[in-house]
């Protein structure tokens, strides 16, 4: 086979595109916001992020391209009804309803907004016309998902790894003032929150999903050999969580030592934009700038991406680009909601799958020690289902008070993992039925 293989340089320039691709909206405003809350508690918070915005995103592109095959293949393997379902509700919570919007509204809020005067700001005409814009250059580069090495791992990442670098160099060489007190629930429970706090990035559900954009990417460097393409994949991965890390930690620091300096704000996108501006001037400001819109941009590129191949596999009738340009409208529409209005909604939705989704994929890693049994994903996952769906529920603001009492009394509950344990036993009856049915 000819060109089966990549250079050093090549493999790296598919690790920036897959850092590319994660960092995004979320990836920015939330390590300062938790930078600022966590206060004192930072080093515990911080490293409890970096278990599920870090950890289990490069566990999510491994055990893909381990697998050798998709989230509905993976999801598939409860049943074939349930591989479409979840993996849909994935596609659609990672695309069109919260991630993809959220790049729009976070690009315009902290790239934009800050330069527009009072008056013309607090009209809705400024979001509307910048996110019509910022869909249409998406869709343009969507269009071609066999150039995104090029364009993003090339071009695209080296910038916004030098501008996030101007702004981490400095915070560390002329710190602010210093971090202030642990506040709300990081007081009494900083891990819990932290590992809360990564399902936002919303990352992990991202790595399940932009398999389909590395292996289109690597179709487009005529690499189709399987096991070359899991091994590019794998060492992308690790590029990808190495960057990653830097940028959280580097973003996170900047909220913890700028209390003092700043003010308590709570809002990640305040945070670092008065952080920004303090670190460099107005020149700050315009860095921002710029790391906001490239990051946001290449995420809405490979999430448009992903969830148009997707649904194209899915309802083949209508062709991809037709996909592209229809998600590209929902998207913009969606985006004018506005940022706050965007996390609220999303938030239960992420608490009732991000557990579903993290045991689907240990189960996947794990298969071979219960022979693929089917039997042991179902009951884990119903099992699971019952704790992660009340979190869910509880967020929206629905409560049953002896259920949540039954829930609190379980193990890790208290540290955001009270679906391990039940997880786990799911698992192990599941193991027993699949030998009583042999036997």
């Not at 381990?66 to 994935?90: C, H, N, Y």
């Not at 398999?211 to 991965?237: C, D, E, M, R, S």
Request: net charge positive.
């Amino acid at each position: 086979m000819k060109n089966q293989s990549l250079s050093l340089w090549g493999k790296v320039s598919v690790g920036f595109m897959l850092f590319a691709l994660f960092l995004g909206a979320g990836n920015i405003i939330f390590p300062p916001e938790l930078g600022q809350k966590s206060g004192n508690e930072f080093v515990i918070a911080i490293i409890a992020f970096l278990i599920t915005g870090v950890g289990l995103p490069l566990l999510g592109v491994i055990t893909v391209a381990k697998s050798g095959g998709e989230l509905q293949d993976m999801a598939g393997r409860v049943s074939p009804m349930f591989g479409i379902i979840f993996t849909s509700i994935v596609f659609l919570a990672i695309g069109p309803f919260f991630a993809m919007p959220r790049t729009g509204t976070v690009s315009y809020e902290l790239g934009i907004k800050p330069y527009l005067s009072e008056a013309v700001a607090n009209s809705h005409w400024p979001l509307i016309i910048f996110t019509v814009f910022f869909f249409l250059i998406t869709s343009f580069f969507a269009l071609k998902p066999t150039k995104l090495i090029d364009t993003v791992g090339k071009i695209l990442t080296p910038a916004l790894l030098i501008v996030i670098s101007a702004l981490a160099i400095k915070a560390i060489v002329t710190p602010m003032a210093g971090p202030g007190e642990a506040v709300g629930n990081y007081i009494a429970n900083p891990f819990g929150e932290g590992f809360k706090q990564g399902y936002l990035t919303m990352d992990f559900l991202a790595a399940l999903i932009f398999g389909i954009v590395i292996v289109q990417a690597l179709k487009g460097k005529n690499i189709t050999h399987h096991p070359t393409i899991v091994k590019t994949t794998i060492f992308a991965a690790f590029v990808a969580a190495a960057g990653l890390a830097l940028v959280y930690i580097s973003l996170g620091y900047i909220g913890s030592s700028s209390v003092q300096t700043i003010g308590f704000i709570g809002d990640g996108s305040e945070v670092i934009t008065k952080s920004a501006n303090v670190l460099y001037g107005q020149f700050g400001n315009i860095l921002l700038t710029a790391v906001i819109i490239l990051a946001c941009l290449t995420t809405s590129i490979g999430l448009m991406t992903a969830s148009s191949e997707f649904f194209y596999k899915l309802f083949p009738k209508i062709s991809y680009n037709k996909w592209v340009f229809i998600f590209a409208l929902f998207t913009t529409v969606i985006s004018n909601f506005g940022l706050k209005s965007l996390i609220k909604i999303s938030l239960p939705v992420l608490y009732a799958i991000y557990p579903l989704a993290i045991v689907l994929m240990i189960l996947v890693l794990c298969s071979r020690l219960f022979k693929d049994a089917r039997a042991v994903y179902v009951v884990a996952l119903i099992f699971t289902a019952f704790v992660s769906i009340y979190d869910g529920l509880k967020e929206m603001g629905v409560k049953f008070s002896a259920y949540e009492k039954f829930l609190n009394a379980i193990p890790l509950s208290s540290l955001s993992l009270g679906w391990l344990i039940p997880a786990i036993i799911g698992a192990l009856i599941g193991y027993v039925i699949s030998l009583s049915r042999k036997n």
